[in-house]
């Protein structure tokens, strides 16, 4: 059976136990487009969906939020790949969340960036997002404070309902342009913060070794970040990405 078949059961038996669930209910649901959705169960998707659409899918059927916990709910080819792409949290048992919800309302560029602030440790609090985003900046803060996805303390401090969250990867690829923005090129010279591209022709072996890498530092990045000894007032940002130059027509072991 391949990751496609498997997927395609799960989301059949699904609407078996549900028969007044639509397709379109579902895709609502989800976030995944009723289009690839009727592909899916029509077996006309060629190659592999996106880890990212695996797991808006098992999210919304199991109704489970805890990421380490949702890439183990199933075995066989998608039980792989979700292993294989979201080791981190398996290896870490890290305890970030998935919620359909909290992705369709952070698709928002500008509620995405007052969100991630809010999950910081410290939060944020009003002046700061009236500082960096002016009158828009505080509509959005209280949207999200109406939708009761962050919340504000007697001090005036903003936190997120959910602070160890995970974005689905393609509203997260849509935000990059922006959070660019935000890196400073001048700082350089002082130390206060870094910028490396490299790029070169590898093989497959050498790929994965590099992954290992980044993945290792992942981790140690991600342990200074949660160790309340380096808890400080600084929103601090990091980007960790690699890819091939070359567009891939499905989704492969390089991705």
């Known amino acids: 059976m391949t990751l496609t078949e498997q997927l395609k059961d799960i989301v059949e038996s699904y609407f078996a136990k549900h028969p007044n669930v639509s397709i379109n209910g579902l895709a609502m649901r989800?976030?995944?487009?009723?289009?690839?959705?009727?592909?899916?169960?029509?077996?006309?998707?060629?190659?592999?969906?996106?880890?990212?659409?695996?797991?808006?899918?098992?999210?919304?059927?199991?109704?489970?939020k805890k990421l380490s916990a949702l890439v183990k709910l199933v075995d066989g080819p998608i039980g792989e790949m979700l292993q294989?792409?979201?080791?981190?949290?398996?290896?870490?048992?890290?305890?970030h969340s998935y919620d359909?919800?909290?992705n369709e309302i952070l698709r928002d560029q500008m509620s995405y960036f007052i969100y991630k602030l809010?999950?910081?440790?410290?939060?944020?609090?009003?002046?700061?997002?009236?500082?960096?985003f002016g009158k828009a900046g505080l509509e959005r803060l209280a949207n999200l404070l109406d939708l009761g996805v962050v919340t504000e303390n007697a001090e005036g401090d903003i936190h997120?309902?959910?602070k160890d969250f995970s974005l689905d990867v393609e509203i997260a690829a849509g935000h990059l342009p922006e959070l660019v923005k935000f890196y400073k090129p001048n700082n350089i010279a002082n130390g206060q913060n870094l910028?490396?591209?490299?790029?070169?022709?590898?093989?497959?072996?050498?790929?994965?070794?590099v992954k290992t890498i980044q993945k290792e530092a992942i981790k140690k990045i991600y342990d200074v970040m949660?160790?309340?000894?380096?808890?400080?007032?600084?929103?601090?940002?990091?980007?960790?990405m690699s890819d091939t130059l070359s567009f891939e027509p499905t989704i492969g072991e390089l991705q």
Do not use: C, W
């Not at 910028?195 to 070794?209: A, H, P, R, V």
């Not at 949660?226 to 960790?240: K, N, Q, V």
């Open 100 to 102: 359909n919800d909290l």
């Open 30 to 64: 989800s976030g995944v487009g009723a289009s690839t959705l009727r592909r899916l169960l029509a077996g006309s998707i060629k190659g592999d969906p996106a880890p990212h659409t695996v797991l808006n899918i098992l999210s919304t059927i199991t109704k489970e």
């Open 118 to 132: 809010a999950a910081n440790r410290k939060g944020t609090d009003k002046l700061f997002v009236t500082e960096m």
């Open 226 to 240: 949660r160790s309340p000894f380096y808890e400080g007032e600084i929103p601090f940002f990091t980007l960790d």
């Open 195 to 209: 910028f490396y591209t490299m790029s070169e022709s590898l093989s497959e072996e050498g790929i994965q070794k």
């Open 84 to 95: 294989e792409t979201f080791s981190h949290f398996i290896e870490s048992e890290t305890p």
């Open 160 to 162: 997120a309902s959910e």
